[in-house]
């Protein structure tokens, strides 16, 4: 019995209700002008509320020849291909609509992009007849008018929109574009150079290597295997001009010759053609300045 009475008094006390220690604590409270459940919503004339534009009512469909080409099929021959949307439901830029179609048309589409804010150059191609980046080449809103995109003129095409830059990139190695120097810093720790100095590779370092300017060049088409063409000459002479490198000399050494360099014909395509604003023929007329003088 006196077992029985011990076990309901545990199973009693078991039962009682457990204080929380935070029940012990004072809630947190809201003073001044707290907004009641009660009130009205604030209109939006006095919000900062931006809502999407209505998109018009007729579809403004717009037709898009897409250059394409399939390496796993050699007897094939390439093609245009027609792509047709509706502008108001695509972004307003010419990648927006390429991702668009590879993702809701055709998924065999091939093209390179990556950063869609014009640095990373990946999506270079030629535009209605202008080698630019699709990330920053905004679509024409005349329906009428189809758009026309090819790879970038004169390169080996690896797929579709896909241009082969090996020998771009070999080109570009070829300069050492890397600072290059035998004394050391004189505190041992980083090379320093005046503002002035600095001010001069302004409209130098922005390039992003598209191969936009070179692809557009002339004397690039037909001597590339020889002739350096303007982004390279521009990233060469990004390093020429540089106060802290101590290889000047050598560099344009490496220049001196009828092919490197003096392809260039003023042609100016390079300066046009640039999505980046830069001015490749002006640094080449630059090197070739200094060249003269030294």
């Known amino acids: 019995m006196a077992t029985l009475r011990t076990s309901t008094t545990r199973l009693l006390a078991s039962a009682r209700p457990v204080r929380m220690a935070s029940s012990l604590r004072p809630f947190a409270t809201v003073t001044g002008d707290a907004p009641?459940?009660?009130?009205?919503?604030?209109?939006?004339?006095?919000?900062?509320?931006?809502?999407?534009p209505h998109?018009?009512?007729?579809?403004?469909?717009?037709?898009?020849?897409?250059?394409?080409?399939n390496p796993d099929e050699p007897t094939s021959k390439p093609r245009m291909q027609s792509y047709e949307l509706d502008l108001n439901k695509t972004g307003p830029m010419m990648l927006d609509a390429l991702i668009r179609i590879k993702n809701?048309?055709?998924?065999?589409?091939?093209?390179r992009r990556s950063c869609r804010e014009g640095i990373c150059g990946s999506c270079a191609m030629n535009i209605d007849g202008v080698n630019t980046l699709a990330c920053l080449c905004r679509i024409p809103t005349e329906t009428k008018k189809e758009s026309k995109i090819y790879p970038l003129p004169h390169t080996y095409v690896v797929k579709d929109l896909?241009?082969?830059?090996?020998?771009?990139?070999?080109?570009?190695?070829?300069?050492?574009?890397?600072?290059q120097r035998d004394t050391p810093a004189p505190d041992g720790k980083e090379y320093r150079m005046s503002k002035a100095d600095?001010?001069?590779?302004?409209?130098?370092y922005e390039c992003i290597l598209c191969a936009c300017c070179s692809t557009s060049c002339p004397s690039y088409w037909?001597?590339?295997?020889?002739?350096?063409?303007?982004?390279?000459l521009l990233q060469s002479y990004r390093w020429i001009i540089d106060a802290r490198d101590e290889k000047t000399e050598a560099r344009k050494d490496a220049l001196n010759n009828s092919m490197s360099?003096?392809?260039?014909?003023?042609?100016?395509?390079?300066?046009?053609?640039?999505?980046?604003?830069l001015n490749p023929g002006l640094a080449i007329a630059e090197i070739k300045k200094s060249m003269a003088f030294s």
Do not use: M
């Not at 604030?42 to 900062?48: N, V």
């Not at 998109?55 to 080409?69: D, L, M």
């Not at 809701?104 to 093209?111: A, K, Q, V, Y």
């Open 261 to 277: 360099l003096y392809r260039c014909h003023t042609i100016l395509n390079c300066s046009r053609t640039c999505p980046k604003g």
């Open 198 to 204: 600095r001010k001069k590779l302004d409209g130098l």
């Open 36 to 52: 009641s459940p009660a009130r009205h919503p604030i209109p939006e004339s006095k919000t900062s509320t931006v809502h999407d």
């Open 222 to 232: 037909w001597n590339q295997e020889e002739y350096l063409g303007p982004a390279i």
């Open 104 to 111: 809701e048309i055709d998924p065999t589409l091939t093209f």
């Open 162 to 179: 896909v241009p082969d830059l090996t020998l771009f990139y070999k080109q570009y190695k070829s300069i050492k574009p890397y600072l």
């Open 55 to 69: 998109p018009s009512k007729e579809p403004a469909i717009k037709t898009f020849n897409i250059y394409r080409w």
